[in-house]
């Protein structure tokens, strides 16, 4: 129904609540308008004569109040044990991705499994980062291997932002001055690009808050990650860096100088102005 396919562990949970909360609705709907085609159909208008008026009838009243209680009881028992499922951060991760959103991209630190900053040849933070777009070769990717858990603490520096993978059923939001933090099982075999948004209406440039979720297998994602520690240079020069580095020196002055106007001259150029 329009959910893309799971490719975590939790998104699975996800989507087994949404199903199962769908069959819930269309039981209760079934009965609903099964009892009302019921009275449609046979009980029909048969005379002039008004039927025996009933009120107060104890049985159905607490009927009605009881059977959607228990409907809501048992839909609120399950997205509570699953909230509780999908919010546990417990389980030691295998990489570590700080989450910065900012107006209006992402980046993305690394961290291994002991949550200590993965460090390249220059000593930085093996990081991606990002810039507005809506060209997919422009956007940040998040490398991630399969088959491992992963921890996301997520921050925001300006306004409030949300990261969404679709493909987690899942987004949390970056709330300036409030760390967030969640973790999912990236599944097995489910190596591939997938989308990832900003789910929060953010400012101007909010529809190019895009990036690329790679999910790579757990050898392709170290090799990857020993070339971004040995290559430091490697990193994308963060845009307009090319800019004002003009010499300063080289610009000409566009206003005229003024004219080297003798006494005489300046004197005829006044009587002309008259
Ligand atoms: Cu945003």
């Not at 949404?18 to 005379?47: D, E, N, T």
């Not at 306004?159 to 409030?178: E, L, R, Y």
Request: proline share 9%; charged share 20%.
């Amino acid at each position: 129904m329009g959910v893309p396919e799971p490719i975590t562990e939790q998104a699975e949970r996800v989507l087994t609540l949404w199903q199962g909360s769908w069959v819930a609705a269309f039981a209760v709907g079934i009965l609903v308008w099964g009892l009302i085609i019921w009275s449609v159909i046979f009980h029909r208008k048969r005379s002039e004569q008004l039927p025996p008026q009933v009120r107060y009838n104890m049985p159905i009243e607490a009927l009605y109040t009881v059977l959607p209680m228990v409907v809501i009881a048992v839909l609120f028992y399950f997205t509570a044990k699953d909230q509780t499922y999908l919010l546990e951060t417990d389980e030691p991760a295998d990489v570590y991705v700080d989450v910065n959103a900012f107006q209006w991209s992402w980046k993305f630190d690394y961290s291994d499994a002991q949550d200590q900053p993965i460090l390249d040849t220059a000593g930085e933070q093996v990081s991606v980062a990002g810039v507005p777009t809506v060209t997919t070769e422009d956007m940040p990717v998040l490398v991630l291997p399969s088959d491992s858990v992963v921890h996301f603490d997520l921050t925001s520096p300006d306004v409030i932002h949300s990261f969404w993978i679709p493909s987690f059923a899942f987004k949390m939001d970056a709330i300036p001055g409030h760390p967030n933090q969640f973790q999912v099982k990236v599944l097995p075999g489910v190596e591939g690009d997938y989308a990832g948004r900003c789910a929060e209406l953010c400012g101007v440039d909010h529809s190019r808050m895009l990036f690329t979720l790679r999910v790579v297998s757990p050898e392709d994602y170290q090799t990857w990650l020993e070339e971004r520690q040995n290559n430091p240079a490697a990193l994308p020069t963060p845009a307009g860096q090319e800019e004002g580095q003009v010499d300063q020196d080289a610009v000409i002055d566009p206003s005229p100088s003024p004219s080297p106007l003798t006494s005489s001259e300046a004197a005829v150029a006044e009587e002309d102005d008259q």
